[in-house]
């Protein structure tokens, strides 16, 4: 012992501390104590996960052993032993590291103290000759380089299977995924409308509904701008199995997922807020299954895949976690870096998993490429992203703008253009919360590719138009079809689109035909084109007609895009510095919204958009709140009533307690409450507890 320290020692003196730290596909080294060792289980164990950093003891020591001291290491957040065998360092700023921690922080580009952000004029880094971490300065020689030859050879990285690796230089094509292990064959064959659910055929994965604003119209009279309501849902899932409108169960696995995370460590997500996205990244982790695949892309003024596409095995899983945990925030933010490299992961890949998806979370601005005055979002996804004529379903990027400092356009741009979600946290305790009702989502995928096709039956029945959000919709030139590209449903979720058509009069009859529903969709994993239709929609014709009440179900819908459409239009007048103007629109749209017939009526969904809109225009007091939370918070809802799925968004005026989510399915809410379960096992993390708010109501009536 005492020449190895006599060796250290003289390795100090020439500025040059030798240690060649293990990498992910690297057993543990033999010279740790067991107890500090941590098993599969202790790894996937949330009290294992990283909270925030904390200042170590100052001082610059390279000590014997000693049992009097302990400090903890701010990287890894472990004990830091005298006489354990490893090198401590001290930086100039006196907090103190793990050498080889810090040694492989630097290494990746970060300069600066993890702890207090100080720029650091002598650091630890990795001589590129020697692929050893060297304490560089001026004064190092061939002289030290030889020592430090002699003392620690040149070990061979072995790699261990399939596990994920953190790679010190990244390849020129992400085409290194993990082999995709077969999935059970699911028979079936296409199905239509007139199949029975049975023991040979796998259970109807869709159902339509129709409903006309009113039950009749007199006969004489001709309608324009009739509304008429189309109601789509996706199957139910029990435990991985689909389940029908009669409850029949069948076997049907759930789809796997390639997920990509693109995670923002730049300076400012330093302390709680790289602790809390650190534990949220364990809970996705946790979640996924051992099909689904993972892949992590950081950036702050660079991007790095942390590791490729891998399979979350029980090995996948824990060294994800170890390579999370591993991440420091330093420097800027490129997200337009990060983003690229994220979708290079999905475009570069040999094989597919059934459903894909980009999450991005972030908590500031693009300080590289979006700093013109008005940036061109489109530059941020590659053209295979972008929606056009001959890729109708692109991958998803479900982007989370947390924090006041955040660009909630910018998120919100990426998620439209690719057909994901936009959320905004205001609150960064609930980044999990967040997190978890997305993956819910994602691990749920009932349908794909799903396409409504809408055709007149009368001759002289014509579509006027189709309210659809920001589902890609037309109607085509003779007005006696349209059609809607609706892509992906998660098991139980609901669609609902208003067509706008004319009624001509009749001279003799007691009923119009009016339209026929044509549902065509794919099943993730039988890969089998199913083709649904509805029955016609007819209306009665009577002489005289009665007072009518109009549908509450196409009412509450016209109620939304209302809403919608005012929301979009108080963010144009905001932008433009006329907040009263944008609160005054708002206003309006309350007042309109309260002489409908749903309201009256006393429904809670309207109730529910109307303190939303009063919650936006609380946040449009001044120019400095707008900029804060209220731009992201509209955004976010639009977001939602846009696609008719869930986002998480800030706020507290709401009341969650007694309104379920509109947009939120069973899966969404089940993984929700396992978030919620993790953080209440854990006694320190009670006040982090908030609701996750998003837009409310009460279940629809159907």
């Known amino acids: ?72 290491c701010s990287i890894c957040l472990t004990k ?11 930086a100039e700023c006196s907090h103190s590291f793990h050498f080889h921690c810090i040694a492989s922080n630097v290494k990746h580009g970060n300069q600066v103290c993890p702890v207090c952000r100080s720029k650091w004029k002598d650091i630890p880094m990795q001589h590129p000759m020697l692929d050893l971490p060297v304490l560089f300065d001026r004064s190092h020689n061939d002289a030290a380089i030889n020592l ?99 409850n029949q169960i069948s076997q049907y696995p759930r789809a796997p997922v390639d997920l990509v995370t693109v995670l923002d460590i730049s300076g400012s997500m330093a302390g709680t807020k790289l602790a809390l996205l650190k534990r949220a990244m364990g809970f996705v982790i946790q979640n996924l299954g051992s099909n689904d695949r993972l892949s992590v892309i950081a950036f702050s003024s660079t991007a790095r895949r942390l590791f490729p596409l891998t399979r979350m095995s029980d090995t996948g899983r824990q060294q994800a976690l170890q390579a999370v945990n591993s991440l420091v925030a330093n420097g800027g933010t490129n997200i337009a870096e ?82 994901g979600t936009f959320s905004f946290i205001e609150s960064e305790a609930v980044i999990q919360d967040a997190l978890a009702q997305c993956i819910g989502g994602l691990l749920s995928v009932a349908v794909q590719e799903l396409r409504l096709e809408i055709d007149g039956v009368c001759p002289d029945v014509r579509l006027g138009s189709i309210k659809a959000g920001s589902y890609s919709s037309v109607v085509l030139d003779d007005g006696r079809s349209g059609i809607i590209d609706v892509g992906d449903l998660y098991a139980d979720e609901e669609r609902d689109f208003l067509v706008s058509i004319n009624i001509p009069a009749e001279n003799a009859g007691s009923e119009t035909p009016l339209l026929k529903l044509r ?32 549908s509450i179900e196409v009412d509450r819908q016209r109620n939304r895009f209302l809403a919608a459409e005012a929301m979009a239009q108080a963010r144009t007048s905001a932008e433009q510095g006329d907040l009263s103007t944008a609160a005054s629109i708002l206003e309006n749209c309350r007042r ?61 005026s709401i009341d969650v307690s007694s309104l379920v989510q509109a947009y939120q399915t069973p899966s969404m809410a089940e993984m929700l409450r396992r978030s919620q379960a993790m953080f209440l096992g854990s006694p320190s993390n009670h006040r982090l507890i908030q609701p996750l708010l998003s837009f409310t109501s009460e279940p629809k009536p159907r």
């Not at 190895?4 to 390795?11: D, G, L, T």
Request: net charge positive.
């Open 338 to 419: 990060g983003l690229r490299k994220g979708t290079k992961v999905m475009e570069d890949r040999r094989e597919k998993n059934p459903v894909s998806s980009i999450i991005l979370l972030s908590d500031g601005r693009d300080t590289y490429t979006m700093n013109q005055p008005e940036p061109n979002y489109k530059l941020l996804l590659p053209l295979s992203m972008h929606s056009n004529d001959n890729k109708r379903f692109q991958i998803p990027v479900h982007s989370f703008g947390f924090g006041s400092d955040h660009d909630a356009s910018l998120m919100h741009s990426v998620s439209e253009i690719s057909g």
């Open 1 to 72: 012992m005492g020449s190895k320290w006599r060796k250290m020692k003289k390795a100090l003196g020439l500025n040059l501390c030798t240690y060649l730290p293990r990498t992910l596909e690297e057993p543990p080294s033999s010279c740790l104590n067991s107890a500090e060792k941590l098993s599969d289980a202790a790894l996937l164990s949330p009290v294992n996960w990283p909270m925030t950093p904390t200042p170590s003891s100052y001082g610059l020591r390279l000590s014997r052993n000693s049992s009097k001291s302990s400090k903890t």
């Open 80 to 90: 830091m032993k005298e006489g354990g065998g490893h090198a401590i360092f001290t």
């Open 592 to 652: 309109v919204l309260s002489e409908t017939a749903a309201a009256k009526s006393r429904d809670r969904f309207c109730a529910a958009l109307d303190a939303e809109l009063k919650e936006m225009q609380e946040r449009m007091t001044s120019r400095h709140v707008y900029e804060a939370s209220g731009r992201a918070y509209i955004l976010s809802g639009l977001s939602s009533h846009s696609w008719q799925r869930a986002t998480a968004r800030g706020g507290d």
């Open 148 to 246: 430090a030859r002699r003392l620690h050879p040149p070990r061979r990285v072995m790699n261990q299977g399939h596990a994920p690796q953190i790679q010190a230089s990244e390849p020129s094509m992400f085409n290194d995924d993990e082999q995709l292990e077969q999935l059970p064959v699911i028979p079936g064959k296409s199905s239509s409308s007139n199949d029975v659910s049975d023991n040979n055929r796998p259970v109807r994965m869709m159902d339509i509904k129709i409903h006309p604003e009113v039950s009749a119209v007199p006969r004489a009279q001709s309608c324009g701008n009739f509304d008429v309501l189309v109601h789509l849902k996706a199957a139910a899932t029990v435990a991985g199995h689909a389940v029908s409108e009669n």
């Open 519 to 550: 549902c065509v969709y794919k099943g993730p994993l039988t890969k089998e084109i199913v083709t649904l239709e509805s029955h016609v929609l007819k209306i009665q014709r009577p002489e005289k007609v009665g007072p009518e009440v109009v």
